[in-house]
């Protein structure tokens, strides 16, 4: 009913944490925030859950080693679905060689950060050099596509998930347009509600601001929207 700003999140606790889009879950009577301290360059990382009350109070902190090595070239996501349920993904990286394989470590905590406990380990097989989105619109559904090394099309270099991230399926081809290529990028994946459909946000390339979107029922029949 009122914006407020938030409390600063000091703690002794870290010296480095990532916040992404989907990090932060409200609901009616209180805020939660989950937040990964990385510990060091070389480090184990810790998940730091802050829940705060409607009046803006820090009511609970809790943090949670997860016991596994990670450097700072790592990837780190966080997903709060709400108050309790959330997903911690981790995607180590090889340098200074990018690999094939790209190992996919999952958390799950159903009992707001109190706990995290190991679920799945998921390989993708994608020459890349980064990702580009990684993105859960809800507790089942998610996306990742991996930046390109001018080797494949952007369907073939990304996967989606309906059971939460414990199997993920290659995209299927994406309609014709001389406007997607070798260097397309998915920017964005969402659910329109008032459609009842799943939409794709494709960037031409990364040397212009041309957009197209598509549209799909399934997530495997796309349909390119007219503009």
């Known amino acids: 009913d009122a914006y407020r700003p938030m409390r600063g999140l000091s703690s002794s606790y870290y010296n480095w944490w990532d916040l992404n889009d989907h990090c932060v879950t409200i609901d009616n009577d209180a805020t939660t925030i989950?937040?990964?301290?990385?510990?060091?360059?070389?480090?184990?990382?810790?998940?730091l859950t802050y829940h705060f009350s409607r009046s803006n109070e820090l009511v609970e902190l809790h943090a949670v080693p997860l016991n596994i090595?990670?450097?700072?070239d790592d990837l780190f996501f966080v997903n709060m679905h709400d108050t309790n349920h959330g997903y911690y993904f981790l995607l180590p990286r090889s340098f200074p060689h990018?690999?094939?394989?790209?190992?996919?470590?999952?958390?799950?905590?159903?009992?707001?950060?109190?706990?995290?406990?190991q679920?799945?380990?998921?390989?993708?097989?994608?020459?890349?050099?980064?990702?580009e989105i990684f993105k859960f619109i809800s507790p089942q559904v998610g996306i990742i596509s991996f930046r390109d090394l001018g080797t494949c099309e952007v369907w073939e270099r990304t996967y989606l998930t309906v059971d939460g991230g414990l199997t993920w399926t290659q995209m299927s081809k994406l309609p014709p347009s001389d406007m997607v290529n070798w260097y397309?990028?998915?920017?964005?994946f969402e659910y329109v509600k008032e459609y009842d459909y799943y939409r794709l946000t494709v960037k031409a390339s990364n040397y212009t601001s041309f957009q197209i979107q598509l549209w799909s029922k399934d997530l495997i029949n796309w349909t390119?929207?007219?503009?």
């Open 34 to 47: 989950a937040l990964i301290d990385q510990g060091s360059s070389y480090g184990e990382p810790t998940i």
């Open 69 to 72: 090595k990670v450097t700072r």
């Open 98 to 117: 990018y690999g094939s394989d790209w190992p996919l470590i999952m958390f799950e905590t159903t009992d707001g950060g109190k706990s995290w406990n």
């Open 119 to 131: 679920i799945a380990t998921y390989t993708f097989y994608a020459t890349a050099r980064y990702v």
């Open 184 to 188: 397309s990028e998915i920017i964005d």
């Open 224 to 227: 390119l929207i007219e503009t």
